[in-house]
């Protein structure tokens, strides 16, 4: 059956977002409504088997324009381990959505067509998967030699990968968006159209609507070095906290509609065409052997609490939580900010430390105690934010089974400027943490990078690749002491 008005492709997207061995997540996005057209902006989505051209499942949802005309729509009951097709498109109707005739038969001519693959099921034994962060919109190295800005061209050579070989996903740990670079971005509309020139970029499209996505953000969605004491700082003006909570409150609203609501941190209710019901900003997930946890290192971060704060307490409660459920199984923890190692700056330069898990060495002494305490084996902390790829092994001095890594991978798009290696602890002794000891480091990279980490048990294989594909580092982490 066609429908009697057009299907149009989504202006941005689709992505293909929260994937388990049985369900998808898809996202994308409309336009405003055309007084002609009709009052309300639909998506469409149906999914089908890979090669049929029959949906086995579809729907509508509403794009609204408190979500600049953005929504997600779940699936369920798909097949482990296979791939799907699938169809996304929006259109303008007065009609009210329950009226709308059923969206499983309908032919859509002219929408946006995908496909991807569901997940390898719980306690799969392989896994593999990219990540990285910080798409620096420049200047660039490339710009500054005259050959313009090739930060788009990474996702090309991850794309050219994940046609060749299993990629169970693309994590993406922060800065998507540079928003404070080149423009000041300030307003929700602003924000909004910074996401859409970022996400409409040719390759990085054509990835997210192929590879399961997810993403968490880092201080560039909304202003460098961004922490919460701007809303409350008694040192600042009431005009200034004012407007820190104005710009704060439009990044945010911009960031549920284009990052979060793809991803495990919404939870679907049962009320019709609500698309962004969020309590919290981090979240966990499992692919294959893996538990992800990704934290939000941004919106509960104080430097004026007393300790300083970088998670609030439910979100260190449901982290120990997540650790002590699996302590033996492999394990990802997700930061933007780096756990590990530390940034050897001090006077002025000290800000940029203090960004980091060092300038909340409290936080990061009681959860390097718990991990101890407790047993708990086989974490990885996953982090960006520096313009620079390493990896680094901590060990403990009153346990020696105790290890635990941290791999850090930035950036998708490298700055002119990157900081030398010297800059970051290589050795010794854990600041403020006398019983944790950098054993290793190694894998510095400082051109525009992405890593794969793929799981041979037991050990952890890290790859580093410059932009065009070349292979630049290649590891082999032993997660068990």
């Known amino acids: 059956m066609a429908l009697a008005f057009p299907v149009h492709p989504v202006t941005v997207g689709p992505i293909v977002g929260f994937t388990t061995d049985t369900s998808v997540r898809l996202w994308g996005r409309g336009e405003p409504p055309r007084p002609a057209a009709g009052r309300y902006c639909y998506g469409i989505a149906q999914v089908l088997k890979a090669g049929s051209t029959t949906p086995e499942h579809a729907t509508y949802f509403k794009l609204r324009a408190e979500d600049d005309f953005t929504g997600s729509v779940d699936f369920a009951g798909l097949e482990a381990a296979h791939a799907?097709?699938?169809?996304?498109?929006?259109?303008?109707?007065?009609?009210?959505?329950?009226?709308?005739?059923?969206?499983?038969?309908?032919?859509?001519?002219?929408?946006?067509?995908?496909?991807?693959?569901?997940?390898?099921?719980?306690?799969?034994?392989?896994?593999?998967?990219?990540?990285?962060?910080?798409?620096?919109?420049?200047?660039?190295?490339?710009?500054?030699?005259?050959?313009?800005?090739?930060?788009?061209?990474?996702?090309?050579?991850?794309?050219?990968?994940?046609?060749?070989?299993?990629?169970?996903?693309?994590?993406?740990?922060?800065?998507?968006?540079?928003?404070?670079?080149?423009r000041d971005v300030r307003t929700f509309e602003e924000y909004c159209a910074t996401y859409r020139q970022a996400f409409t970029q040719p390759f990085l499209r054509k990835l997210m609507a192929k590879v399961?996505?997810?993403?968490?953000?880092?201080?560039?969605?909304?202003?460098?070095?961004?922490?919460?004491?701007?809303?409350?700082?008694?040192?600042?003006?009431?005009?200034?906290?004012?407007?820190?909570?104005?710009?704060?409150?439009?990044?945010?609203?911009?960031?549920?509609?284009y990052q979060v609501v793809h991803g495990p941190a919404l939870e679907r209710r049962d009320v019709e065409g609500l698309t962004n019901t969020l309590t919290r900003y981090w979240y966990d997930f499992q692919v294959g052997p893996a538990r992800f946890f990704v934290l939000d290192?941004?919106?509960?971060?104080?430097?004026?609490?007393?300790?300083?704060?970088?998670?609030?307490?439910?979100?260190?409660?449901?982290?120990?939580?997540?650790?002590?459920?699996?302590?033996?199984?492999?394990?990802?923890?997700?930061?933007?900010?780096?756990?590990?190692?530390?940034?050897k700056l001090a006077g002025l330069a000290a800000v940029e430390r203090k960004d980091k898990w060092a300038g909340f060495l409290h936080q990061r002494q009681h959860l390097l105690d718990f991990i101890r305490d407790n047993g708990v084996r086989r974490v990885v902390f996953?982090?960006?934010?520096?313009?620079?790829?390493?990896?680094?092994?901590?060990?403990?001095?009153?346990?020696?089974?105790?290890?635990?890594?941290?791999?850090i991978s930035s950036a998708f798009a490298a700055p002119a400027f990157v900081p030398p290696e010297f800059m970051y602890e290589q050795s010794g002794i854990l600041d403020g943490q006398s019983d944790y000891v950098i054993a290793r480091h190694g894998g510095y990279v400082q051109l525009s990078n992405f890593t794969r980490v793929t799981w041979e048990e037991p050990e952890l294989r890290v790859q580093v690749f410059e932009r065009k594909g070349a292979l630049l580092q290649d590891a082999r982490l032993r997660l068990d002491a």
Not at 104 to 132: C, H
Not at 217 to 225: A, K
Request: hydrophobic residues 40%; proline residues 8%.
């Open 212 to 257: 399961p996505t997810y993403m968490t953000m880092d201080d560039h969605e909304l202003v460098d070095n961004w922490s919460m004491d701007k809303l409350v700082d008694p040192a600042l003006s009431n005009e200034e906290r004012w407007a820190n909570r104005v710009r704060f409150l439009a990044a945010i609203e911009a960031y549920r509609a």
């Open 84 to 182: 799907h097709a699938y169809r996304m498109g929006y259109f303008f109707s007065d009609v009210e959505q329950h009226l709308l005739v059923p969206p499983t038969g309908l032919d859509l001519q002219g929408a946006t067509a995908g496909a991807f693959r569901t997940a390898r099921p719980p306690g799969s034994k392989e896994l593999s998967f990219v990540f990285g962060s910080c798409r620096h919109p420049g200047p660039s190295e490339e710009e500054l030699v005259g050959l313009g800005n090739r930060g788009d061209r990474i996702f090309g050579t991850i794309l050219e990968q994940a046609e060749r070989m299993p990629t169970d996903l693309l994590l993406m740990v922060g800065d998507q968006v540079y928003a404070d670079v080149r």
């Open 297 to 343: 290192t941004r919106t509960e971060r104080y430097h004026s609490a007393r300790p300083p704060q970088l998670l609030g307490p439910p979100q260190v409660d449901a982290l120990k939580h997540w650790l002590v459920k699996d302590p033996g199984g492999l394990k990802f923890v997700v930061s933007s900010v780096p756990f590990f190692p530390d940034v």
């Open 382 to 407: 996953l982090s960006g934010d520096i313009h620079a790829s390493l990896w680094s092994e901590l060990r403990c001095t009153s346990r020696p089974d105790f290890r635990l890594y941290s791999i």
